[in-house]
Structure formats: C-alpha cells, structure tokens
C-alpha cells in the first residue's frame, strides 16, 4: 500500500495507507458508528458528496456481496478506516471491499486513528476534505477542500430516478417520490404488497395524481432540505388529499411543508444505533440513521402538529405528524439497512392509514 492522506478544509491533517482506488477524492467528512453495513452506506443515496468515517475499528472483514446494495451504484466520494482486512470471511461474498471500491473508482485509507479524527469532527463538525495519494501537496490539497462546497457535489436532484418506474403489486397504489431512495424502502413496500409507482422527486402534481396512487411516500436523499421549495406546494396539496410518509429527507420536506423550518447539525447522526424516543408511549427504540439537517423545534408552531418522536441523545425532533390528517414522518430509517428493524411498524401505519382512506 502507498502512503495516503486524509487533508480537513480547517488543514487538519492525517496520514494513513491508500487502499482502493488511486483516485483522489473530495467530499464532506462525516462519520458512521455502525459495526456493521459498509456495503450498505457506501451504497446509500442520502452519502452522495461525503467521506465517510467508520468508527468501528475493523472494516472489510465480510467482503461484498451482490444482495446487500441500497442503489445501483456507489455514492460515497471515499472511505475512511483504521484497519482494512484484505480478507472476507463471509460465505456469501463475491469480491473483497478494496476490489470492489477500485471497480467504482472511490479511494480509500486506512492506518489513521480514527478516533482522533471523530473526535475532531464531533468538536470542529462535519467540514470537507481531500483523500490523495499525494502526500507532499498538503497546501494545495487543503486549499481544494476549502474551495469545495457539499451542497456542489451533493445536488439532490441528482440522487433519485430520472425517469418514472413501476413495481406491480396487487394491494394500495404508492406514488414514491424519489428523491435518493434506498432499496429496502421498496423492498418494504413491495413485501407488504403495495403497488408501487416510483417518479422523480421533483414531480408535478398532475404527474403524481396520475398515478391514481392511494399514498404518497417522500423519500430519503442527500442535500439541503430547504433547496426542495419548489416542491414544498405540491407536498401541501397532497397532505390535504392523500396518506403521506416521509423518511429522513422526507420528514425534513414535511417539516417544511407544515412551515417549519430547518438547520444543519454539527456533525450529524449516522450509525445504526441511536435511541428515539415515541412520546405518545414512552417506548424507546434503536435506530438507524443517515442525516445531516433537522428540523427546528421552535419552527413548529401551528397547532396541527404534533412532534411524536425525539431522539435521545440531543432532543431533536425525530419524528412529527398532522393531528387530524394520516400525514407523518420519521427522521431516522424504519427500513434500517443497515441497523435494527425496531421501526418496521411504520409501513405498517401507513398500509393502515392507506386502506382506511379507500374504504372511507
């Protein structure tokens, strides 16, 4: 392995080994606590334009396999680990991590302390930088992270389907408004039956409503939620007349629809174990998570909304709902993948509230 570097737009460095790809690599670094699903996140929409930084200290030691993708290609700009194991141990894989982030063009590094380094984003917050192999150009790699924002190399509307598709089921039409979705979303949906019409984020409301669709689903993605406005009518007039879920970036664009507003988190959530709390019952569940915004609390002021759920760890909103209307949201991923699937009831809500309205 050839010496690497890992470069902070506040010109924080740190050396490692390069593995992967030779290509050079620039995104938001943030970071992942999960043990487990590296091919899952690297696979994920919503890391479109991020560095990821896995906390857990030995990565790669399963390998990849072709079943456990979330999209149909990688999204991350590069990955960031303590130590890589070249050796996959897992009875189903079919190619190791380095091969498979060499076929995708994304570079790697391995041998830094990652602990610092989370350390570092959790004091400092999420910032850009620079994988390279070029080690003896510190400068000028720290003057290109500087000169790089997230919101240019993560678009949103670059993330989801360009073209319209459908998934036939026999039970409740879904109309998936897709704005980076992850497959175990449909894999959810499609298991319960529905039949799914999934279309471009940015859809029209003829378009939707063409559908002839029993419920809407917003998905999740990468970006700024509040670059979505132009969305934010058809989503107000689909509450009014329509079942409507949204998970993660959804839950943001809900957030919005209903006048709230939204804001970046320091250095974001990201694992597959942080506890929410349901404040309708008190439960607590385990949770998998992948976001960046949240929606201000104090936006929230009308008084057909109701937050349901916060997260544990630092009282942000988690969860909200209309109080008369089957409008809701999660902020976290009911569908994991990776992570616990505490939170699969939440499809089930929105079959519910789906067949309820067509038998109304």
């Known amino acids: 392995m050839e010496k690497a570097v890992l470069v902070l737009a506040d010109g924080k460095c740190f050396y490692g080994k390069s593995f992967g790809s030779g290509f050079e690599g620039t995104g938001e670094v ?5 043990m487990t699903g590296y091919q899952e996140i690297l696979t994920d929409p919503s890391y479109t334009g991020q560095i990821v930084v896995m906390t857990y200290p030995l990565i790669g030691n399963y390998g990849i396999n072709e079943e456990d993708v979330e999209s149909c ?3 991350v700009k590069g990955l960031v680990v303590k130590e890589y ?3 996959s141990g897992s009875w189903k894989h079919t190619d190791t991590l380095d091969n498979y982030l060499k076929k995708n063009n994304i570079p790697g590094i391995c041998g830094l302390d990652t602990r610092a380094l ?5 004091n400092k917050g999420a910032m850009m930088g620079v994988i390279s192999n070029q080690t003896d150009q510190i400068d000028m790699l720290a003057q290109k ?4 924002s997230y919101e240019e190399i993560a678009s949103p509307f670059g993330a989801g389907t360009e073209k319209p598709y459908h998934i036939p089921g026999r039970g409740p039409k879904v109309a998936v408004l897709d704005f980076g979705i992850k497959e175990n979303i449909l894999r959810y949906l499609t298991d319960m039956g529905c039949d799914v019409y999934v279309l ?5 409301l003829k378009d939707i409503m063409a559908t002839g669709c029993d419920g809407v689903l917003l998905s999740n993605g990468p970006g700024n939620p509040e670059s979505f406005s132009p969305i934010l009518p058809t989503v107000k007039t689909l509450m009014q007349t329509k079942p409507v879920f949204g998970i993660c970036l959804g839950h943001q664009i809900l957030g919005l629809a209903f006048g709230g507003r939204t804001y970046k988190l320091l250095f974001g959530h990201r694992g597959a174990n942080h506890p929410v709390k349901d404040l309708r019952n008190n439960r607590v569940y385990i949770t998998s998570q992948n976001h960046g915004y949240a929606i201000d609390s104090n936006s929230l002021g009308k008084a057909d909304v109701e937050v349901t759920h916060i997260n544990i760890n630092d009282q942000t909103i988690e969860g909200i709902c209309h109080k008369h209307l089957p409008v809701f949201s999660v902020q ?11 939170s699969r009831y939440l499809f089930e809500q929105f079959l519910q509230s789906m067949s309820y309205c067509m038998s109304a």
């Open 85 to 87: 194991s070249p050796i």
């Open 145 to 148: 992270a500087m000169a790089t």
């Open 200 to 204: 471009p984020g940015m859809s029209s």
């Open 118 to 122: 989370t350390k570092h984003i959790r």
């Open 73 to 75: 290609k990688v999204r």
């Open 30 to 34: 943030v970071f992942n606590t999960g």
């Open 332 to 342: 976290y991923h009911p569908e994991a993948a990776p992570g616990p699937q505490d």
